[in-house]
């Protein structure tokens, strides 16, 4: 049975298997713990019997007026987990912590553009491009803005995709 309990210190010290995977991005130590201090209702770990990290989920609250949102910095099921909609129950419960509690107008997240599998998943769970950033990945790869409208964006203006490809610089961040 698969236990989703928010992430505490220790499974820092555990969950290194599931980013192994080369479409996981992978943070030093200081900003987990960031992410744990500052927003801890928006991580998750996904378990396994026998306490073993299946995934997690690690996002946070940001922006202002209509811009504020749901942000979901990282979702990641290790290879052996997925096809379990585990990545869906996490992002349901980060979706449901922005529209109730945080009452967000949307939740956004970025992924590889060449990263299929998981844009297409996205978009099962409601997501849509939203815009394309130019070399957001090591400056490299694009990215793609990807979101979903909240019950509070009721005419979901904040899904209305922009015609235009932006840089990096021209992002908003907190």
Same mark, same amino acid.
């Given at each position: 049975? @698969? @236990?989703?309990?928010?992430?505490?210190?220790?499974?820092?010290?555990?969950?290194?298997?599931?980013?192994?995977?080369?479409?996981?991005?992978?943070?030093?130590?200081?900003?987990?713990?960031?992410?744990?201090?500052?927003?801890?209702?928006?991580?998750?770990?996904?378990?396994?019997?026998?306490?073993?990290?299946?995934?997690?989920?690690?996002?946070?609250?940001?922006?202002?007026?209509?811009?504020?949102?749901?942000?979901?910095?990282?979702?990641?099921?290790?290879?052996?987990?997925?096809?379990?909609?585990?990545?869906?129950?996490?992002?349901? +419960?980060?979706?449901? +912590?922005?529209?109730? +509690?945080?009452?967000?107008?949307?939740?956004?997240?970025?992924?590889?553009?060449?990263?299929?599998?998981?844009?297409?998943?996205?978009?099962?769970?409601?997501?849509?491009?939203?815009?394309?950033?130019?070399?957001?990945?090591?400056?490299?790869?694009?990215?793609?803005?990807?979101?979903?409208?909240?019950?509070?964006?009721?005419?979901?203006?904040?899904?209305?995709?922009?015609?235009?490809?932006?840089?990096?610089?021209?992002?908003?961040?907190?």
């Amino acid at each position: 049975m @698969t @236990t989703i309990r928010k992430f505490c210190c220790n499974d820092l010290l555990r969950f290194a298997s599931v980013n192994l995977d080369h479409l996981t991005e992978t943070f030093n130590m200081s900003f987990y713990m960031t992410y744990l201090a500052r927003w801890p209702d928006y991580f998750h770990v996904a378990e396994a019997p026998g306490n073993k990290v299946m995934g997690y989920i690690m996002g946070k609250v940001e922006g202002q007026g209509e811009s504020w949102h749901g942000h979901v910095t990282a979702v990641t099921v290790a290879s052996e987990y997925r096809r379990q909609q585990l990545a869906k129950k996490l992002m349901n +419960i980060l979706e449901e +912590i922005s529209d109730k +509690i945080d009452k967000a107008y949307f939740v956004d997240l970025f992924v590889r553009a060449s990263n299929t599998p998981a844009i297409k998943m996205y978009e099962k769970l409601g997501y849509v491009i939203y815009r394309r950033v130019l070399r957001y990945y090591s400056g490299e790869e694009d990215g793609l803005d990807m979101r979903k409208a909240l019950s509070r964006d009721v005419e979901k203006k904040s899904i209305i995709p922009l015609k235009r490809p932006v840089t990096p610089d021209e992002l908003e961040y907190d």
